[in-house]
């Protein structure tokens, strides 16, 4: 029977094997209740074993639900056999091919790409490997091999963030005890030095140089109504609102976040273009873009001939940097930042670090602004210097009205003087008053 006890080092389970042979086996970190109910499990292991019987449905699940490393310590003792483990490639192909994300949801298309991505990689990186093969020092080296090439940041923690995912799902099924990964940065940093602000101006230029008017319209949804690239092969045109001007776009990209699977976007600066296609679409037609379709991925290409056509020179990122010029200028018209993110279809967090820019034309717009302010501030300073000057001439003229009373009483006084009723009247006298008989 197993015996359970303690020493320096921790617990251990001290057993005999059915040949007799007394084993142990140290358990660290574990409390003694967890200890005995070990011992408990490695007693029937021990009575399976010598009597050749299966072992019980409660120690069967116990050992499927344990860690890799108790595991190994069990089978190094000849009391389970090894699990098998399974191969890195064998894995990601079979992952990769379930298609499912880790909460259970049908994995996007442009996700799967991006998985098959970094399935690539790993496989030249570790080949012929098992799960458990790799350490967290493998995966340092990994990140170090990446840092070698010609990737950005942001690919590479991409590429980390996937191997991360890879092995969490992995440590889910019991088939590896750590992440080697899972101190590895993956977060995505913001970079705005590919940042383009494409005017409206240049834009209407563009819109003019498409050759048909579909083409037409998707540079408005994407440059005028904010939408990403993918997003124009979901509407509808029942998703028109005409009478309220708006429009429901379909999100793919967010659909698995609660209540982001579509969003309202205004239809005041498309209209022109989505009336004209209306009016051309084929009678009952439910797709509003019918020239291609969501397999079709590579729209640069043909956009690029369109962009060539105009005169304008390619921007770092075609799409993206479109619907952030969109999302600057909604911005730029007073719109409150709350409702624009719900309009673009993300948070007020990710507007500000990647898609509202500051570009040429703010400094412009800001210094018109001030030049008016200052015309402003002269007609202001100019009727403020007329109305002080208004004032004192009032003040003066009432100032001067009081000292003529003031003069005029002064005289008065230094008449009555000149005039004392001692001087008699006389012709050189005539004003001298009558002699008072009081006096």
Not at 111 to 133: A, E, H, N, Y
């Given at each position: 029977?197993?015996?359970?006890?303690?020493?320096?080092?921790?617990?251990?389970?001290?057993?005999?094997?059915?040949?007799?042979?007394?084993?142990?086996?140290?358990?660290?970190?574990l409390?003694?209740?967890?200890?005995?109910?070990?011992?408990?499990?490695?007693?029937?292991?021990?009575?399976?074993?010598?009597?050749?019987?299966?072992?019980?449905?409660?120690?069967?699940?116990?050992?499927?639900?344990?860690?890799?490393?108790?595991?190994?310590?069990?089978?190094?003792?000849?009391?389970?056999?090894?699990?098998?483990?399974?191969?890195?490639?064998?894995?990601?192909?079979?992952y990769?091919?379930?298609?499912?994300?880790?909460?259970?949801?049908?994995?996007a298309?442009?996700?799967?790409?991006?998985?098959?991505?970094?399935?690539?990689?790993?496989?030249?990186?570790?080949?012929?490997?098992?799960?458990?093969?790799?350490?967290?020092d493998?995966?340092?080296?990994?990140?170090?091999?990446?840092?070698?090439?010609?990737?950005?940041?942001?690919?590479?923690?991409k590429h980390?963030?996937?191997?991360?995912?890879?092995?969490?799902?992995?440590?889910?099924?019991?088939?590896?005890?750590?992440?080697?990964?899972?101190?590895?940065?993956?977060?995505?940093?913001?970079?705005?030095?590919?940042?383009?602000?494409l005017?409206?101006?240049?834009?209407?230029?563009?819109?003019?140089?498409?050759?048909?008017?579909?083409?037409?319209?998707?540079v408005?949804?994407?440059?005028?109504a904010?939408l990403?690239?993918?997003?124009?092969?979901?509407?509808?045109?029942e998703?028109?609102?005409?009478?309220?001007?708006?429009m429901?776009?379909?999100?793919?990209?967010t659909a698995?976040h609660?209540?982001?699977?579509?969003?309202?976007?205004?239809?005041?600066?498309?209209?022109?273009?989505?009336?004209?296609?209306?009016?051309?679409?084929?009678?009952g037609?439910?797709?509003?873009?019918?020239?291609?379709?969501?397999?079709?991925?590579?729209?640069g290409?043909?956009?690029?001939?369109?962009?060539?056509r105009?005169?304008?020179?390619?921007?770092?990122?075609?799409?993206?940097n479109?619907?952030?010029?969109?999302?600057?200028?909604?911005l730029?018209?007073?719109?409150?930042?709350?409702?624009?993110?719900?309009?673009?279809?993300?948070?007020?967090?990710?507007?500000?670090?990647?898609?509202?820019?500051?570009?040429?034309?703010?400094?412009?717009?800001f210094?018109a602004m001030?030049s008016?302010?200052?015309?402003?501030?002269?007609v202001?300073?100019?009727?403020?210097?007329?109305?002080?000057e208004?004032a004192?001439?009032?003040?003066?003229?009432?100032n001067?009205?009081?000292?003529?009373?003031?003069?005029?009483?002064s005289?008065?006084?230094?008449?009555?003087?000149?005039?004392?009723?001692?001087?008699?009247?006389?012709?050189?006298?005539?004003?001298?008053?009558?002699?008072?008989?009081?006096?």
């Open positions: 029977m197993a015996s359970v006890g303690k020493d320096s080092k921790g617990y251990r389970v001290l057993f005999v094997m059915p040949d007799g042979v007394t084993k142990t086996i140290r358990l660290t970190g409390n003694k209740s967890k200890a005995e109910a070990i011992g408990r499990h490695v007693d029937e292991l021990c009575s399976a074993k010598g009597s050749g019987q299966p072992i019980d449905r409660q120690t069967a699940l116990w050992l499927a639900g344990i860690g890799q490393g108790l595991h190994d310590k069990l089978a190094n003792a000849g009391l389970v056999a090894r699990r098998s483990s399974s191969g890195l490639a064998a894995f990601m192909a079979e990769v091919g379930e298609g499912r994300t880790t909460a259970g949801r049908d994995a298309n442009a996700t799967r790409l991006k998985w098959v991505s970094t399935q690539r990689i790993l496989d030249k990186f570790f080949p012929g490997k098992t799960l458990r093969d790799i350490s967290a493998d995966a340092s080296r990994f990140r170090r091999w990446l840092d070698a090439g010609t990737a950005s940041e942001n690919t590479k923690r980390v963030s996937v191997a991360k995912m890879f092995f969490n799902v992995a440590r889910r099924r019991k088939l590896v005890d750590e992440n080697p990964f899972e101190f590895e940065k993956a977060a995505i940093l913001p970079n705005r030095s590919r940042d383009f602000y005017s409206r101006p240049n834009a209407l230029k563009l819109i003019e140089s498409c050759p048909d008017t579909e083409w037409r319209l998707l408005a949804l994407w440059r005028f904010g990403r690239k993918m997003e124009v092969f979901q509407l509808r045109w998703h028109v609102l005409w009478d309220q001007g708006r429901l776009v379909t999100c793919p990209k698995h609660e209540g982001k699977g579509s969003r309202f976007v205004p239809i005041g600066d498309i209209l022109p273009w989505l009336e004209q296609a209306f009016h051309e679409a084929a009678e037609s439910e797709r509003i873009i019918t020239r291609f379709t969501e397999t079709n991925v590579n729209l290409k043909p956009f690029n001939v369109i962009l060539q105009t005169g304008l020179t390619r921007w770092p990122k075609l799409f993206q479109m619907r952030a010029s969109c999302e600057t200028d909604w730029d018209s007073g719109i409150s930042a709350h409702v624009v993110a719900t309009w673009i279809g993300h948070s007020v967090k990710i507007q500000n670090q990647n898609y509202a820019q500051v570009d040429d034309h703010h400094f412009e717009k210094n001030a008016r302010r200052q015309e402003s501030d002269k202001a300073s100019q009727v403020a210097r007329q109305t002080c208004m004192r001439t009032a003040e003066n003229s009432e001067s009205t009081e000292e003529n009373a003031s003069l005029f009483a005289f008065r006084t230094s008449a009555g003087v000149c005039c004392h009723p001692d001087w008699p009247r006389r012709e050189s006298n005539p004003y001298a008053p009558v002699r008072d008989p009081g006096f």
